[in-house]
T-cell receptor, first 113, second 115 residues
């Protein structure tokens, strides 16, 4: 069964600190992995999309890594800001000619001043 | 450029009724995706439409259906509403290039409450 597990479930950090969120998956066959940021009451916003051959992708202060061999991804947030408080969702897309996503439950990040 | 829009913002129905949710994609986008986000659960994929055709659907019963119009807008219909259908319904759009790798842009969602 295709699964995406995210950890930690929730995280509290101080403004200015770095943090790393984890995503482990058992989805097969693999097409791409996406990280989204979802503010409370809003729709998700795409942060990164990585294919099998991509190890690292950055979007401003957000850097995602992918290890296709161990089926693990991480999202690193540098110099956190209050606006980074949100839910971060990992999604793995199955290949095979159609769009079949498997979502993680998300990590809830709270950044305190 | 206008983003993805959804209507209504909130919808309250009673069990057994039907709900219709609407989505307008970003101009130029041909693909529309529907998702359900129930409280305490992650996002779940409902339906994918492209060029007016249903391309794929998630693991939901047939009472969840929809369509895409010639202008690429879309509606989601939920028949015979059940209490557990209460959720945030999100619509996303993308430029579909058959790669499955296009960025999806989400709307603000419709909050459906079933009493």
């Amino acid at each position: 069964k295709n699964q995406v597990e995210q950890s930690p479930q929730s995280l509290i950090i101080l403004e200015g600190k770095n943090c790393t969120l984890q995503c482990n998956y058992t989805v097969s066959p693999f097409s791409n992995l996406r990280w989204y940021k979802q503010d409370t009451g809003r729709g998700p916003v795409s942060l990164t999309i990585m294919t099998f051959s991509e190890n690292t992708k950055s979007n401003g202060r957000y850097t995602a890594t992918l290890d296709a061999d161990t089926k693990q991804s991480s999202l690193h947030i540098t110099a956190s800001q209050l606006s980074d408080s949100a839910s971060y969702i990992c999604v793995v897309i199955t290949s095979g000619g159609s769009y079949i996503p498997t979502f993680g439950r998300g990590t809830s990040l709270i950044v305190h001043p | 450029e206008a983003g993805v829009t959804q209507s209504p913002t909130h919808l309250i129905k009673t069990r057994g009724q039907q709900a219709t949710l609407r989505c307008s994609p970003i101009s130029g986008h041909t693909s529309v995706y529907w998702y359900q986000q129930a409280l305490g659960l992650g996002l779940q994929f409902l339906l994918w439409y492209d060029e007016g055709e249903e391309r794929n659907r998630g693991n939901f019963p047939p009472r969840f259906s929809g369509r895409q119009f010639p202008n690429y807008s879309s509606e989601l219909n939920v028949n015979a509403l059940e209490l557990e259908d209460s959720a945030l319904y999100l619509c996303a759009s993308s430029l579909e290039t058959n790669t499955g790798k296009d960025t999806q842009y989400f709307g603000p969602g419709t909050r459906l409450t079933v009493l």
